[in-house]
T-cell receptor
Framework: DQQVKQNSPSLSVQEGRISILNCDYT??????FLWYKKYPAEGPTFLIS?????DKNEDGRFTVFLNKSAKHLSLHIVPSQPGDSAVYFC???????????FGDGTTLTVKP | NAGVTQTPKFRVLKTGQSMTLLCAQD?????MYWYRQDPGMGLRLIHY???????AKGEVPDGYNVSRLKKQNFLLGLESAAPSQTSVYFC?????????????FGDGTRLSIL
């Protein structure tokens, strides 16, 4: 049973508009949620995180929202830029050797 | 500042051959991880280590072995490669402590088993 799910394999948006990437999880023991960004032929790089005791975290154009009761989080990118085109992974972790469980990723394409 | 370096970047093996993937980090991180990523899927944890001389199984450990003889290095071994092990392998490291510490990844090793 997949504990972290990203149900949209791909998303296409116009430059300047908002991108919303979604993630659902099933394990209520997760304490932290992280988003990673991955370009082709590179490793994932950390983007933004949120603790389970918060419902929002913002860093520049990137905002992550957490709805703990619904076990749902989303990443908002405003405004979207062509350089944001990448695969975005949602990851969840508890206090267990820093292990993270990853979703399958969403490929974001931002069109000029 | 190299971060996490994986060697080699590409490799083609024949079924039954063995090989070792090397991961080196220069950030003095305690925790290290090996993942595999298959097409259309996320990263699945193979093995991990919480310190020099320690290793533990992850989600998909079968067919792999690991060693952490030095803090900065984490080796992943395939004793008898199988086509099902064709994948992209990522190594990561992070500091110990609370879960919001991000993992730092290498650029991956693309492995094909014929």
């Amino acid at each position: 049973d997949q504990q972290v799910k990203q149900n949209s394999p791909s998303l296409s948006v116009q430059e300047g508009r908002i991108s919303i990437l979604n993630c659902d999880y099933t394990n209520s023991m997760f304490d932290y949620f992280l988003w990673y960004k991955k370009y082709p032929a590179e490793g994932p790089t950390f983007l933004i995180s949120i603790s389970s005791i918060k419902d929002k975290n913002e860093d520049g154009r990137f905002t992550v929202f957490l709805n703990k009761s619904a076990k749902h989080l989303s990443l908002h990118i405003v405004p979207s830029q062509p350089g944001d085109s990448a695969v975005y992974f949602c990851a969840a972790s508890g206090n267990n050797a820093g292990k993270s469980t990853f979703g399958d990723g969403t490929t974001l394409t931002v069109k000029p | 500042n190299a971060g996490v370096t994986q060697t080699p970047k590409f490799r083609v093996l024949k079924t039954g051959q063995s090989m070792t993937l090397l991961c080196a980090q220069d950030m003095n991180h305690e925790y290290m991880y090996w993942y595999r990523q298959d097409p259309g899927m996320g990263l699945r944890l193979i093995h991990y280590s919480v310190g020099e001389g320690t290793t533990a199984k992850g989600e998909v450990p079968d067919g792999y072995n690991v060693s952490r003889l030095k803090k900065q290095n984490f080796l992943l071994g395939l004793e008898s490669a199988a086509p099902s092990q064709t994948s992209v392998y990522f190594c990561a490291s992070r500091r110990p402590g609370q879960g919001f510490q991000p993992q730092h990844f290498g650029d991956g090793t693309r492995l094909s088993i014929l």
